[in-house]
């Protein structure tokens, strides 16, 4: 049998099926600019100030979008106009009719996976907070752009 990912449109999934595409990888939580020119994408090393930067996941999930005003709030529909995703992340892949990767956890049964892989943000990041927007630019850095996955 295959698995739901594989069966399912992004719209016919249930709350849980969707919130388990997350990898856990924290990308999506870096801070972000976009060429508004061609419309490139250039991440910094600057995560939110909600993130945790060792698990890579949300430290108040729940309230995230009222305590961040620019927290990206993922819907079917929402990722049809999306471009800020990282080319790692399930959701993107599955709209781009694509597989998940060897080391998702869906994949591997194993949420450490996405870090042996190399692919999360895992103490790799510092927290926006105190610093200022120019402090913010000038971490720009190219690993969040990478597919490339080491295998352990």
Known sequence: MKPFWQTKTLEQMTRAEWESLCDGCGRCCLNK????DTGEIFY?????KLLDGHSCRCSNYRRRTRLVKDCLV???ESLKTMTC???TC???RL?????????????SGDPETVHTAGISVRDRTVSEEGLSEAEIESRLVTWPQSTRSRRP
């Open 33 to 36: 600019y976009e060429d508004e």
């Open 85 to 87: 995703l990282p080319p």
């Open 95 to 107: 709209q781009e009719g694509k597989d998940l990767l060897w080391w998702h956890p869906l994949v």
């Open 74 to 76: 993922l819907t079917p």
């Open 44 to 48: 910094t090393d600057v995560a939110c």
């Open 90 to 92: 399930a959701y993107r």
